[in-house]
């Protein structure tokens, strides 16, 4: 389910790879939550053999192990890493454009004896490496107009003669930032985030039958407006696992531009090689989901209005919730499986008044409503009571989005905890 990772990790810009052991490995930025900035001072690697359970491997990598000594201090932005040779090439960037790479003789770290790339170095964000069919090496790197060339890595320099500018521009492709790039069928994909609606909060890409181009925009990926009501960008990575193709992405959480969790769909190509836009999903590279399984109310995949996703400590766990759940917002899960039953339906839930409920709508929100759900009012936003109502008395069966939207007074302040689903006793 999305987001993939547990609750205390947030990661966004990730690159996903899969190389002979089987395992999927993520790289990305690591924000710290509750932080109002971008970013912090280490990296963590994440590893997983099925897209579901996921083991960690903390501080890969560390600000205090880059290649220039003023840069002890800054934030790690966003990374990749590639297979090369018999090492593993981790290559960073920070807050001020600094960009290097470093080694380990595993996928997951430490990685250490870190060097500049230059002329990258100090000159852009978001470094991208590819491995072509003859075993060359391209780097790309920059913001608003990406570059890129062939690298050699024993000299970490990109070779002087082969440096293209422009390859992707803002006012051609969208171009913001954040490029990721893999070959399919011939095609290279530079997949990055587009700005083309407005704000960064797509990952577009771009086609071209040459590792430097020139490259010709596709379309959008995937848009995850709607995360967050103040969600600013997307970065991420296309990645073939398993034979399949999947997006990672990244959202906002908090009500603001940080505390980014990585998510991740399946993508389809059409027989021209363009990729379809795909939607956000609670259910992510998964089946529907069961809906009589408890499913945590933060995994929503789209909030409308004040709503947004919050988190608290219930002793040494860490807990995610909506919270600031008032009257009209809605918030929806994509998708669930019914099996031909007359089901009621359950909510953990918090409301600071009485008289509020929850309505209770599948797929068309302009259907009627299936169920209302009055609140308890409880005492503080994290006494989360039980509360229910029955669904009609005809059966439901098959796949269904679901959608809650609240209803009552306009101070009512609701926090959603778990939501689930039950059989209903016959009468």
């Not at 899969?18 to 970013?39: A, P, T």
């Not at 000159?123 to 060359?136: E, L, T, V």
């Not at 890129?148 to 006012?171: A, F, Q």
Request: charged letters at 25%; proline letters at 5%; glycine letters at 8%.
């Amino acid at each position: 389910m999305n987001p993939i990772l547990p609750p205390q990790f947030y990661i966004p810009d990730v690159e996903a790879r899969q190389w002979d052991d089987g395992i999927v490995y993520l790289y990305g930025s690591c924000d710290k939550c509750g932080e109002s900035s971008y970013c912090s001072q280490e990296y963590h690697v994440f590893g997983s053999g099925d897209m579901k359970h996921w083991i960690v491997y903390p501080q890969s990598f560390q600000s205090k192990y880059v290649h220039r000594p003023q840069s002890k201090e800054v934030p790690l932005y966003a990374p990749d890493c590639e297979k090369i040779g018999d090492r593993y090439c981790l290559f960073y960037c920070q807050e001020h454009g600094e960009e290097g790479v470093a080694y380990s003789d595993a996928p997951y770290g430490p990685f250490r004896g870190a060097r500049g790339i230059e002329p990258a170095d100090t000159d852009g964000i978001d470094p991208a490496i590819f491995i072509d069919d003859d075993g060359s090496l391209y780097y790309f790197w920059g913001q608003y107009h990406a570059k890129g060339g062939k690298l050699d890595l024993e000299s970490c320099r990109i070779i002087p003669e082969t440096v293209t500018e422009n390859i992707l521009t803002e006012e051609e492709h969208g171009f913001h930032e954040g490029i990721s790039i893999r070959k399919r069928n011939g095609i290279y994909y530079m997949v990055y985030s587009d700005i083309s609606r407005g704000r960064p909060t797509c990952l577009g890409y771009a086609t071209s039958d040459r590792p430097l181009g020139p490259y010709k925009k596709g379309g959008i990926i995937i848009d995850n407006t709607g995360c967050d009501p103040k969600s600013w960008n997307n970065h991420g990575s296309i990645a073939e696992i398993n034979k399949k193709w999947y997006v990672f992405y990244h959202r906002s959480t908090h009500n603001g531009y940080f505390n980014r969790q990585v998510c991740v769909e399946p993508i389809f190509f059409d027989e021209n090689g363009s990729i379809d836009e795909v939607e956000m999903t609670t259910q992510g590279a998964e089946d529907p989901l069961d809906c009589r399984k408890p499913l945590e109310a933060y995994r929503a995949c789209r909030m409308e209005g004040s709503c947004y996703i919050d988190d608290y400590r219930d002793g040494e766990q860490c807990c995610e919730y909506i919270a600031h759940f008032r009257v009209g917002d809605a918030v929806t899960y994509k998708y669930l499986y019914f099996s031909d039953f007359t089901f009621r339906i359950f909510l953990e839930a918090s409301s600071v008044v009485e008289n509020c409920a929850v309505k209770v709508y599948l797929d068309d929100r302009e259907e009627e409503i299936l169920a209302r759900v009055a609140l308890k009012r409880t005492n503080g936003k994290f006494d989360f009571q039980t509360v229910s109502a029955d669904f009609p008395g005809e059966k439901i069966n098959g796949i269904h989005s679901l959608h809650l939207k609240l209803e009552g007074g306009k101070d009512a302040v609701v926090c959603l905890k778990t939501i689930w689903f039950a059989v209903k006793e016959r009468d």
